[in-house]
């Protein structure tokens, strides 16, 4: 990509270098995966770990066969899909908040993760089940609410502009979910009523393999894009005059966030807030500079989202609530204190 290089002065914490918060993520991180192998309705110790991932289980240890059983065939990939899908999901937040030039940009607001849902649903509802299909329609759905939002919030300056097209894209999208959800047969609305609450429950070795490495080379690419998501903050005349080509700029953030986003949401439904908490945590840590915020964010993204699968298992075992709720139970009051405050961090 061209333009000049650009980077930000980092107002954050001088404490955390970006370094040092980068391998304080990592550090929890790991604490948050070893509590989510080892806690749940199957409760595993930490010490067998390392045998029940590498060692051969004896055949008369019947214990140790079913711990090995829920961690290789149920924890391990659910945790592995958190990570995946929480550091995606804190990446397009901050490339929202970059290409809308608004703080409180994120996926889901914006109704990018509504119009993959309707994708997906529509796909459901009229019989085609296959992920191979969901994938397509719920990236055609987050292009096209993505644009949407783009186009009709620049008509207005500030935050409202944004925010009054995602509350219109998103109330004709869930408005076309519910006449699905209406149409469908009790199969289908079983699985619709618990997915469109966001779910991990349905991550195995399968999907990952296909996922993984979609989503990790996309987000390798978006790492990329650091130098033009500066010169965004700095409003598009300075960026034009620092040499970035703007409107192909544009265009490529808002396809790679679908790309991103429209894929994750057939998989897991409607997961919201994780693209807006968490940047705007890691922005008060350091800065505003995309070199730094953009990794950093996915770390974060990816510490939430674990954190909040572990807090949805564990908190009414032996069944589990749907993640979404989790995730909007804590970042709905986050977004009120950012509208309560008047200037966003």
């Known amino acids: 990509m061209s333009g000049a290089t650009l980077t930000l002065a980092s107002p954050g914490l001088s404490l955390f270098t970006p370094l040092r918060a980068v391998l ?6 790991l ?14 110790p930490l010490q067998a770990m390392p045998q029940l991932l590498f060692g051969d289980i004896p055949a008369d240890h019947l214990e140790m066969q079913l711990w090995q059983s829920v961690l290789l065939e149920v924890r391990l990939p659910r945790a592995l899909f958190a990570i995946l899908a929480g550091g995606v999901l804190a ?10 030039r608004n703080p409180l940009a994120e996926p889901a607001l914006v109704g990018m993760v509504s119009g993959g849902a309707l994708g997906a649903v529509g796909v459901i509802v009229l019989g085609g089940g296959s992920f191979l299909l969901l994938a397509p329609a719920a990236f055609i759905g987050s292009l096209i609410t993505t644009v949407c939002a783009y186009h009709l919030g620049r008509r207005y ?19 076309l979910i519910g006449l699905f959800t209406y149409l469908a047969d009790d199969t289908q609305l079983r699985t619709l009523t618990f997915w469109n609450m966001g779910s991990l429950a349905g991550a195995r070795w399968p999907l990952l393999a296909w996922l993984t490495p979609w989503l990790l080379g996309l987000s390798l690419l978006a790492l990329r894009y650091w130098r033009g998501l500066n010169a965004l ?6 960026a034009l005059h620092l040499g970035f080509p703007i409107k192909a700029l544009r265009r490529q ?6 790309l991103l986003v429209g894929p994750l949401v057939a998989a897991t439904g409607g997961i919201g807030f994780i693209g807006l908490v968490v940047p705007h945590l890691v922005r008060m840590v350091l800065g505003a500079d995309h070199r730094s915020l953009l990794p950093a964010a996915m770390l974060g993204g990816a510490c939430a989202l674990l954190a909040a699968d572990w807090l949805a298992r564990i908190a009414v075992m032996p069944a589990e609530l749907p993640i979404g709720i989790v995730t909007s139970l804590i970042g709905g009051p986050f977004f009120l204190y950012l509208l309560l405050k008047g200037r966003p961090v």
């Open 24 to 29: 304080a993520l990592a550090l929890v991180l």
């Open 157 to 175: 300056p500030g935050v409202a502009g944004l925010l009054l097209a995602g509350v219109a894209i998103n109330a004709i999208c869930f408005s």
């Open 253 to 258: 953030l808002i396809v790679l966030m679908a």
């Open 91 to 100: 990446l397009t937040g901050v490339l929202a908040q970059a290409l809308f």
């Open 233 to 238: 903050l700095l409003g598009e005349r300075e």
């Open 31 to 44: 604490v948050l995966l070893l509590l989510s192998l080892s806690h749940g309705a199957v409760g595993i």
